[in-house]
């Protein structure tokens, strides 16, 4: 493959095989329709708008679609865009697949999962453990595939697992720093937090939300999971309403869609562990894109601010 999409500067000219993510209609003010298109390859991801898009592009230019494209970067209003020159559908005669355009976590799933059996293997409480195991077994092929989210954070292939991993050894460090969290809680909150995203999200590609997802949410539907593995288990003690509670309350703040605010003490550190590893993430793919000594396009999900990268950064 050539370089990604992103490693590209302002002003040079581009002929690249890119992964529709998205296509949406639009209406220009002159009355004509357009195609603002979503293009991503193993760099992320840029937009692109196709003008004067007839009924036979809105067709063929669908999310999912390899196409072989040329043209300019451009900087429109902070953010990097594709000004189209030609844009085609690529042909099965071109040896390209949609496997090469998709990012990735950057660890492998056999190690993903041998780290996330370890720390299940460390809880002690018995109904905490399996009731942890039980949700990662029922689910474990689409949560090593899924992403995290839609956009934001973590929005690529294994995202999600990648997400649990970082937050796991996250908690490991500050529950060696306060011992008086409850190590097990805590790490089966990381575990079953976004667990719900498997039925909430469509998969890692072209990522949408399922009709589950918009009417229950990843929450909602987690917290019908662990009630259900209790069930199955027979388990009955106060473990699954605490857990059910660090699911219910992991976004921490009810504007920011949190049915509760945290109201234990491993709920709080929850909220904060798996806030920082998102935003970290939005950081670090944010400043990827720009050079020491220049600024970040605005990152909405951070107050739609700019960041910038010191001269003396690597």
């Given at each position: 493959?050539?370089?990604?999409?992103?490693?590209?500067?302002?002003?040079?000219?581009?002929?690249?095989?890119?992964?529709?993510?998205?296509?949406?209609?639009?209406?220009?003010?002159?009355g004509k329709p357009f195609l603002t298109l979503i293009l991503q390859d193993?760099?992320?991801?840029?937009?692109?708008?196709?003008?004067?898009?007839?009924?036979?592009?809105?067709?063929?230019?669908?999310?999912?679609?390899?196409?072989?494209?040329?043209?300019?970067?451009?900087?429109?209003?902070?953010?990097?865009?594709?000004?189209?020159?030609?844009?085609?559908?690529?042909?099965?005669?071109?040896?390209?697949?949609?496997?090469?355009?998709?990012?990735?976590?950057?660890?492998?799933?056999?190690?993903?999962?041998?780290?996330?059996?370890?720390?299940?293997?460390?809880?002690?409480?018995?109904?905490?453990?399996?009731?942890?195991?039980?949700?990662?077994?029922?689910?474990?092929?689409?949560?090593?595939?899924?992403?995290?989210?839609?956009?934001?954070?973590?929005?690529?292939?294994?995202?999600?697992?990648?997400?649990?991993?970082?937050?796991?050894?996250?908690?490991?460090?500050?529950?060696?720093?306060?011992?008086?969290?409850?190590?097990?809680?805590?790490?089966?909150?990381?575990?079953?937090?976004?667990?719900?995203?498997?039925?909430?999200?469509?998969?890692?590609?072209?990522?949408?939300?399922?009709?589950?997802?918009?009417?229950?949410?990843?929450?909602?539907?987690?917290?019908?999971?662990?009630?259900?593995?209790?069930?199955?288990?027979?388990?009955?003690?106060?473990?699954?309403?605490?857990?059910?509670?660090?699911?219910?309350?992991?976004?921490?703040?009810?504007?920011?869609?949190?049915?509760?605010?945290?109201?234990?003490?491993?709920?709080?550190?929850?909220?904060?562990?798996?806030?920082?590893?998102?935003?970290?993430?939005?950081?670090?793919?944010?400043?990827?894109?720009?050079?020491?000594?220049?600024?970040?396009?605005?990152?909405?999900?951070?107050?739609?601010?700019?960041?910038?990268?010191?001269?003396?950064?690597?």
């Amino acid at each position: 493959m050539t370089r990604g999409v992103l490693h590209y500067d302002v002003g040079d000219q581009v002929e690249l095989y890119l992964l529709i993510k998205s296509s949406t209609k639009g209406i220009a003010s002159n009355g004509k329709p357009f195609l603002t298109l979503i293009l991503q390859d193993k760099s992320g991801d840029i937009e692109a708008k196709l003008w004067d898009a007839s009924d036979e592009d809105v067709k063929v230019f669908q999310a999912q679609t390899i196409v072989k494209v040329s043209g300019d970067l451009q900087n429109y209003r902070g953010r990097q865009q594709l000004k189209l020159r030609q844009i085609r559908p690529a042909n099965s005669q071109e040896g390209v697949q949609i496997s090469d355009f998709l990012e990735t976590a950057p660890i492998t799933k056999d190690e993903i999962t041998s780290k996330i059996t370890q720390y299940i293997f460390e809880m002690k409480n018995p109904n905490i453990q399996r009731i942890t195991r039980h949700l990662m077994k029922k689910h474990q092929s689409e949560f090593l595939e899924f992403p995290a989210a839609t956009k934001n954070h973590h929005e690529f292939v294994s995202g999600l697992a990648y997400h649990v991993v970082s937050m796991l050894d996250l908690a490991q460090a500050i529950a060696a720093l306060y011992p008086s969290l409850d190590k097990d809680l805590l790490y089966a909150g990381v575990i079953l937090h976004d667990l719900g995203k498997v039925m909430e999200l469509s998969g890692p590609i072209s990522t949408s939300y399922t009709v589950e997802g918009n009417l229950l949410g990843h929450i909602t539907i987690m917290v019908n999971e662990i009630g259900k593995a209790a069930e199955e288990l027979n388990i009955h003690g106060e473990e699954v309403m605490v857990l059910q509670h660090l699911v219910l309350s992991h976004h921490g703040k009810l504007e920011w869609g949190s049915p509760k605010v945290p109201m234990i003490k491993e709920a709080e550190i929850l909220h904060y562990i798996d806030n920082l590893d998102a935003k970290m993430n939005m950081l670090d793919r944010a400043l990827e894109r720009v050079k020491p000594g220049e600024f970040s396009e605005r990152v909405f999900a951070l107050e739609n601010r700019s960041f910038y990268k010191p001269v003396f950064h690597k």
